[in-house]
């Protein structure tokens, strides 16, 4: 691969820094996509990488990005897009509509690989907007038959950065009591460099162009577990009050009230209703029949939170 050319879409997140770090590893040439430089910045350091200050859902502007590369790589997604049937307009702008335009623009300009992130749980009938969403965007993922299509679906994806472990460890740091919206809902968090892996893997293997991926850790654990481990990690472990489902849409309303994302909404919620764990029963590629060796939340977890948690310590006392 280290004479390839791969465009990353979303490649300035939380995921997107990992794998493109792992690609650079791996010397593969990137082109990123970013609406803004300060986005990105960041990502300048690594090698074999070119920004491209881009608007991607411009079509024009889209073709030119793509025009040249051997695959494309979109990680874009979103947890809150609004309220509607069967989803609200942002889930269907960024999940469904943005893949069919990627795929439409591969097709036109003999691009045959496209790598699409999905999530566990992505079906037309499941219970939150998220899940339906993600479902139509697998649809417009392989909606180019030209155009081999591998879809990942992670469980919750967790690792230095992370808006997952590193929220509850944060939100104990400052609550006597963490009131839990679906306490026993269950999930098999997996690290973001075995995501980062699997995703250089398929790049690697052609025969891959077609597969869906399900990536889940080497464990299953409730969001109480979860919750409680990141709190103990970050040296600020506490008590953990379960709610009923009528106070945790309450809560998630109220949340929803407020300004900017809310940390829990009642999409979220529905979400949980599904366990978020691979499912034996589908026909999915797993990291294990990739021979990806998974790393353990126990392993990872707690070298990040533990100086995440000393780095909030700091600014909090210097008035940041």
């Known amino acids: 691969m280290r004479d390839s050319n791969v465009v990353v879409i979303g490649g300035t997140g939380f995921i997107g820094g990992h794998v493109l770090a792992r690609l650079a590893q791996d010397g593969v040439g990137t082109r990123v996509a970013a609406r803004h430089y300060e986005t990105a910045k960041q990502l300048t350091t690594l090698p074999y990488l070119d920004l491209e200050l881009v608007d991607i859902h411009d079509d024009a502007a889209l073709r030119r990005l793509l025009t040249g590369c051997d695959a494309v790589i979109n990680l874009v997604g979103v947890l809150h897009g609004g309220h509607g ?57 392989r909606s180019q038959p030209q155009v081999a299509a591998t879809i990942f679906r992670p469980s919750v994806v967790f690792g230095p950065g992370d808006h997952f472990l590193s929220l509850f460890a944060r939100m104990q740091r400052h609550l006597p009591v963490v009131p839990l919206a679906r306490p026993n809902a269950r999930f098999q968090p997996v690290y973001v460099e075995d995501v980062a892996a699997a995703f250089a893997l398929a790049l690697r293997e052609p025969h891959l162009g077609g597969a869906t991926i399900e990536l889940g850790g080497p464990q299953v654990y409730t969001l109480a577990e979860l919750v409680r481990l990141s709190g103990r990690y970050a040296g600020h472990e506490r008590r953990i009050l379960g709610l009923p489902d009528w106070a945790a ?68 006392h210097a008035g940041r």
């Open 85 to 141: 049937r069967p989803y609200g307009p942002g889930f269907r702008h960024l999940h469904v509509e943005l893949p069919r335009r990627i795929v439409q623009a591969c097709a036109a300009l003999g691009v045959p690989r496209y790598l699409h992130m999905s999530a566990l749980g992505a079906s037309p009938s499941g219970a939150s907007m998220v899940q339906r969403s993600k479902a139509d965007g697998e649809l417009a993922a």
């Open 249 to 316: 849409r309450l809560q998630a309303r109220l949340f929803e009230l407020l300004s900017g994302e809310p940390l829990l909404s009642r999409d979220n919620l529905d979400s949980m209703k599904t366990d978020n764990v691979v499912d034996p029963q589908t026909q999915a590629l797993t990291a294990d029949a990739l021979g990806i060796k998974l790393t353990a939340l126990e392993a990872a977890a707690p070298h990040y939170l533990a100086a995440e948690s000393s780095l909030d310590h700091y600014r909090e």
